[in-house]
């Protein structure tokens, strides 16, 4: 692998500990997949911030590293949290876990990083550029970086992408090259597919069948941009990369005249395969995952909910009250850019919450069973990661259920 000279110093320890272990880390991954040199990164996206899924030995580490006295060189932004930094009392968060928390953030910051904790840092920082290299973490980040803005990231983890801050530079492979960027599945779509719900049960159903692989999908219809329908076609398309991002590894694809990569010429490989989807029925049955009607919590925002999103779900709930929780997640800087629907969503019983999501939080320990969401992928890992059973469907009925204390059409 060939390295500047600045590099090789940095290697050899030059720029210190801190910033020899990054080099370290960005070769040693080099070298596993063959890379030819490094390339410079416009951002980063640190992901591996949650107490919940770090623990005391990913603390020690990470304030270890911090203390050897590197900075980032490159805009750094953390992802979300284990909890509401700053109202973590008010959603019942133990303070042994608020503080550890606390010190995870301060550790990272000590390197300079942004605490911006979202998996959704385009909604809040300079956009990245179509071609741009990056170093981000966050599956639905990547898949949105890749896919919508044409930017070049692998997943990073979160060492490698600490490393990459660091450093402003990470290995040249994967989906920084030509070559790996074309599709190797030809996804044919014959049904409706119309609700942010439609694209995440097909990004799940999609996901699982392509798993590493890139998918270019042929036949999926997108409305023109119309604030008068919720969703947006951006909504409809970070659910489509989320759900492909948790069912398989999805890290990249293409819509035929649509997305960047695939508005002019051929993306396809020679040898790409094909495959159908008729039907999102087994989108659907396999994410909800309970026949029962009562909800305990309604939770949106998975990726965290931009600005439009927030007002939508505010218009939607303007004047009614609520019988189950309703948790809305998002960025702290997009928070602050929606007051008035924060207010009218508070108003009416929910929360609105800054820094974490359902899936890195602490929930386990908040008398929760039963979810509402209309993120597929919340919906894939809220069995697994918080224990709840799921009921899964569109922003529409998970409201209804906010408001009911029950899903929508269901007799039990
Ligand atoms: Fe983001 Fe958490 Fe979902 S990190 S994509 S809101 S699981």
Excluded at 115 to 136: D, H, K, M, N, V
Excluded at 179 to 199: G, I, K, L, M
Excluded at 261 to 273: H, P
Excluded at 371 to 400: D, I, M, W
């Amino acid at each position: 692998m060939k390295l500047t000279s600045e590099e090789q110093a940095w290697l050899a320890g030059d720029g210190g500990p801190g910033l020899r272990k990054a080099m370290e880390i960005i070769t040693a991954l080099g070298q596993i997949y063959g890379a030819a040199d490094t390339v410079a990164v416009g951002s980063v996206q640190i992901a591996g911030v949650s107490y919940k899924n770090l623990g005391d030995a990913g603390l020690e580490f990470l304030a270890e590293w911090a203390g050897q006295g590197a900075r980032v060189r490159v805009p750094a932004y953390l992802n979300p949290a284990g909890m509401d930094l700053q109202d973590w009392q008010r959603l019942g968060i133990a303070p042994e876990f608020a503080q550890r928390q606390t010190a995870v953030i301060e550790a990272l910051t000590a390197f300079g990083a942004l605490p911006a904790c979202s998996c959704t840092p385009y909604l809040i920082a300079p956009r990245p550029l179509f071609g741009e290299s990056l170093a981000w973490s966050e599956s639905s980040a990547v898949s949105y970086a890749n896919s919508v803005l044409g930017a070049r990231t692998n997943r990073e983890g979160g060492p490698s992408a600490l490393a990459a801050a660091l450093t402003g530079r990470t290995a040249r492979y994967g989906l920084h090259l030509d070559e790996h960027r074309r599709a190797d599945v030809v996804v044919e779509v014959r049904c409706p597919v119309a609700s942010e719900a439609d694209f995440g049960a097909l990004g799940y159903l999609v996901g699982r069948q392509v798993g590493q692989g890139v998918p270019c999908f042929r036949g999926l219809m997108l409305q023109p941009f119309d604030r008068k329908v919720p969703p947006d076609v951006d909504t409809r398309l970070r659910a489509l990369g989320a759900a492909m991002g948790a069912a398989g590894a999805v890290a990249l694809y293409h819509i035929e005249g649509v997305t960047p990569e695939a508005q002019g010429g051929n993306v396809l490989r020679k040898d790409a395969r094909r495959i159908t989807i008729d039907s999102l029925a087994d989108g659907y049955a396999a994410l909800n995952t309970t026949p029962l009607a009562d909800i305990d919590l309604v939770s949106i925002g998975c990726p965290h909910a931009s600005a439009e999103e927030i007002q939508d779900i505010a218009a939607l709930l303007r004047g009614r009250g609520l019988k189950a929780r309703l948790w809305v997640t998002t960025s702290r800087s997009v928070k602050t850019q929606a007051p008035q629907a924060v207010a009218d969503i508070e108003a009416a019983g929910g929360v609105v919450i800054a820094d974490t999501c359902l899936v890195v939080a602490r929930v386990e320990d908040l008398g929760i069973r039963r979810l509402a969401t209309n993120s597929a992928k919340a919906a894939f890992y809220a069995p697994s990661h918080a224990g709840l059973e799921v009921r899964f469907g569109t922003l529409g009925q998970c409201l209804t259920a906010a408001v009911t204390g029950r899903w929508p059409g269901v007799v039990d």
